[in-house]
């Protein structure tokens, strides 16, 4: 089972370059997240979904926007990368039983 | 605002020896809680839960957790610790107001010596 997947794995930028990162998920579940961790600073959350077509900000959204036009992906974009954005970015899926399955990561470096 | 400390960023451990992480949460309202491990190079994967019930919660590997709501803590323990146990360990909480939010910790990074 895949479970949940992000693309790409890593990725460098320059500033000012954009980027989408993908997140899939093959559980049907509802509620999407994206996270991004840094050293010492744990896991923020940056955008989330409760369901198709829906969106919210989090803790960090500031520099990022999200869609979810389909149930199973959620795409995290940058419009226009800075290297305080450079960090390890997670997506997580979940339904309503409240356990979070996350995805492998991207590793996302801003020069 | 909703916050979730663990005071211990780092642990050095050996092997057999017991472990407690702590756990502390700042919300009033009725929460679900969580601790998640990040083994090296790896995504984060669910240790065990707490919901409602017996608050002495049991996980995988032989850690279990302790919600003590009086004190907003929900610490986690292993009696005796493994080199394999060697991870960082986060704690998040889910307040159960109708949010979908989760608030993790800071983490903690945990490393047994064999």
């Known amino acids: 089972n895949a479970g949940v997947t992000q693309t790409p794995k890593f990725r460098v930028l320059k500033t000012g370059q954009s980027m989408t990162l993908l997140c899939a998920q093959d559980?049907?579940?509802?509620?999407m997240y994206w996270y991004r961790q840094d050293p010492g600073m744990g896991l923020r959350l940056i955008h989330y979904?409760?369901?198709?077509?829906?969106?919210a900000k989090g803790e960090v959204p500031d520099g990022y926007n999200v869609s979810r036009l389909k149930k199973q992906n959620f795409l995290l974009g940058l419009e226009s990368a800075a290297p305080s954005q450079t960090s390890v970015y997670f997506c997580?899926?979940?339904?309503?039983?409240?356990?979070?399955?996350f995805g492998a990561g991207t590793r996302l470096s801003v020069l | 605002a909703q916050s979730v400390s663990q005071h211990n960023h780092h642990v050095i451990l050996s092997e057999a020896a017991s472990l407690e992480l702590g756990c502390n949460y700042s919300?009033?309202?009725?929460?679900?809680l969580f601790w998640y491990v990040q083994y090296p190079g790896q995504h984060l994967q669910l240790l065990l839960k707490?919901?409602?019930?017996?608050?002495l919660v049991k996980g995988i590997k032989g850690f279990e957790a302790e919600f003590i709501k009086s004190k907003f803590s929900f610490n986690l323990r292993k009696p005796s610790v493994q080199w394999s146990d060697t991870a960082e360990y986060f704690c998040?909480?889910?307040?159960?107001?109708?949010?979908?939010?989760?608030?993790f910790g800071t983490g903690t990074r945990l490393k047994v010596l064999a």
């Open positions: 998040a909480v889910n307040p159960t107001s109708g949010t979908y939010k989760y608030i």
């Open positions: 707490y919901f409602s019930g017996d608050p």
């Open positions: 997580a899926s979940s339904s309503a039983s409240g356990i979070q399955y």
């Open positions: 559980m049907n579940h509802e509620y």
């Open positions: 919300y009033g309202g009725t929460v679900n």
């Open positions: 979904s409760v369901g198709e077509g829906t969106t």
